[in-house]
């Protein structure tokens, strides 16, 4: 029976240990990987082990066209595909979740691995509420846009009791983060969590009040924003 092993990959370069040792097995086992980056992932799986031989395996980017007819032959066949995310969990915030429903639809087996996974870890080292939240990707560029959705995230945090949780591209942390001081009221908590699993890891919940005495320096860091409202 076809297999679709949902493979975790590391958060940071530096970051190996947060991946158990039976995600190595799972590696070998496949056939084809279906990936991001292929650079990337051969350079990860080259770090865990010298030994492998890269081109022993097919290798399928999830974003070409014919991703989906060629891991559906695949499954037809028989093999065993490994999805690998370009950091973190396959599926979760990741365009590898069509794979996945593909695999469900042609009735191929799914197991997901256990690894890293920024928004979770965010979460449950923010001491915020972690029975009710809700990921919300990426906020708008433009500076209006973006403080209009966090004061509307904010008012629904409060309405609904629940933590928001959001990502950035390394370059706008800092504007994201004037934003999120500018706009979020003195009392809602907000945890920034960065280079998580890293040596540089980093991670503190405070209130807008006293983030706005000391606000730390994010430019070109891996940072998950999370904030809840009183």
Same mark, same amino acid.
């Given at each position: ?22 995600? #190595? ?22 770090? !865990?082990?010298?030994?492998?031989? &890269?081109?022993?395996?097919? #290798? ?6 014919? /991703?989906?007819?060629?891991? =559906? ?25 069509? &794979? ?13 691995? !256990?690894?890293?996974?920024? &928004? ?13 939240? =809700? ?42 983060? /004037?934003?999120?001081? =500018? ?18 890891? #980093? ?7 006293? #983030? ?19």
């Amino acid at each position: 029976m076809s297999k679709l092993l949902l493979i975790p990959a590391p958060l940071h370069d530096e970051g190996l240990n947060a991946l158990p040792a039976y995600v #190595w097995d799972a590696i070998l086992s496949c056939q084809a990987f279906v990936v991001e980056n292929p650079r990337t992932t051969r350079r990860y799986f080259k770090s !865990v082990s010298k030994d492998i031989v &890269i081109d022993n395996y097919e #290798w399928i980017n999830v974003n070409e066209e014919h /991703a989906p007819a060629r891991c =559906k032959l695949l499954f037809k066949e028989g093999k065993t595909i490994g999805l690998v995310s370009e950091a973190g969990c396959p599926g979760v915030a990741d365009p590898g979740q069509a &794979i996945v429903a593909l695999a469900h639809e042609v009735g191929c087996s799914v197991s997901p691995l !256990v690894g890293p996974n920024s &928004i979770l870890l965010a979460l449950m080292a923010s001491g915020l509420n972690g029975q009710q939240f =809700k990921f919300n990707g990426y906020l708008p560029i433009e500076d209006k846009p973006r403080e209009k959705a966090i004061q509307e995230l904010e008012q629904q945090s409060r309405k609904e009791n629940c933590t928001q949780l959001f990502i950035e591209t390394p370059y706008r942390n800092n504007p994201m983060l /004037a934003s999120l001081l =500018k706009c979020l009221s003195p009392s809602t908590q907000l945890c920034i969590a960065a280079d998580l699993t890293s040596p540089a890891e #980093w991670i503190s919940t405070r209130t807008i009040t006293d #983030w706005r005495k000391a606000s730390p320096e994010l430019h070109r860091r891996l940072v998950i924003f999370a904030f809840k409202a009183s």
